[in-house]
């Protein structure tokens, strides 16, 4: 596993993204994740699955100081009071004392920030949340949130063919972390000649090419989700190649 280290904290530069995983499903997903190296998992309350990410991280055995757990507060649980009740319930599902990164699931222009990064900043000085992020901010909506509180992450969707460069560029600029969502096009990484090719240059699947092709950039990290062992392990396995800085340029533009 490579890390980034942002603000002094390491992140796993692949992390368990859990969206539309439920039940035993998510429980048996997020615990193989674990198994096989897995130390960054992305969850949130809207996910509907906190319970079982918690179970499996509890019957996992991994020490809870390895791991690097994300969950969020949804954008209709965003007032001061109404975000402390946000993670106390998410603790409570997840079984933890912490979390590692608690992020604002989506903007909304209906709350004032401040209220949210008050309650956010409450949650840090008691211990219940490490690092605060957002999700779906855009540079003008980060700056915003950045005046009230120091910000860890911007959690949003990123893949070849879906640039985002001056998110990206104001990341570098200032320290925070940029993590990709969807980083495999939900399943529909574009296949193309320019993806295939480098694919094969380097004996590796056109999916772990997505998934390099964002992680040799700095500052950002992926959360590609998948519920099969066999698929979370090909995701993991990314640290055994490098993609050269022309490739990282050809892929780009063959996917504009
Ligand atoms: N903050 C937000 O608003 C937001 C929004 C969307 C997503 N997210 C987070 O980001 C995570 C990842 O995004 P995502 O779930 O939208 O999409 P994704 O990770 O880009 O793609 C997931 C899809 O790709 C398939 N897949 C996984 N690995 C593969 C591989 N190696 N080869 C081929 N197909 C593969 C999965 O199927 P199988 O499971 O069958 O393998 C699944 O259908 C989410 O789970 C969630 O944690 C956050």
């Given amino acids: 596993m490579e890390y980034v280290e942002i603000q002094g904290e390491r992140v796993a530069k692949i992390g368990l993204g859990t969206w539309n995983m439920r039940g035993q499903a998510c429980y048996r997903a997020t615990l193989s994740a674990l198994e096989l190296g897995y130390r960054h998992i992305d969850t949130a309350e809207m996910y509907g699955n906190e319970s079982e990410v918690g179970r499996a991280i509890a019957d996992s055995g991994v020490d809870r100081s390895e791991l690097f757990l994300v969950t969020k507060v949804s954008g209709s649980h965003l007032s001061h009071s109404g975000v402390l009740q946000a993670a106390e319930s998410s603790l409570q599902r997840l079984s933890l004392q912490s979390i590692d990164l608690y992020l ?53 969707e990123y893949y070849i063919g879906h640039p985002q460069e001056s998110m990206l560029q104001y990341c570098q600029e200032n320290g925070i972390l940029l993590t990709a969502y969807s980083p495999l096009n939900r399943g529909h990484v574009g296949r193309n000649q320019a993806l295939e090719a480098t694919a094969d240059a380097h004996g590796v699947t056109a999916a772990q090419v997505a998934l390099r092709w964002l992680i040799q950039q700095e500052n950002v990290v992926a959360i590609p989700k998948s519920e099969h062992p066999g698929r979370q392990r090909e995701n993991l396995d990314v640290f055994g190649f490098e993609l050269s800085s022309d490739q990282i340029a050809q892929l780009a533009s063959a996917h504009r």
Wanted: hydrophobic share 40%; glycine share 8%; net charge neutral.
């Fill in 104 to 156: 604002v699931h989506w903007p909304n222009d209906r709350i004032p920030i401040e209220g949210t990064m008050a309650g956010m900043n409450e949650l840090v000085e008691n211990g219940k949340v490490r690092r605060i992020g957002v999700s779906n901010f855009s540079v003008r909506q980060l700056e915003q949130a950045e005046a009230y509180a120091r910000i860890f992450a911007n959690q949003i």
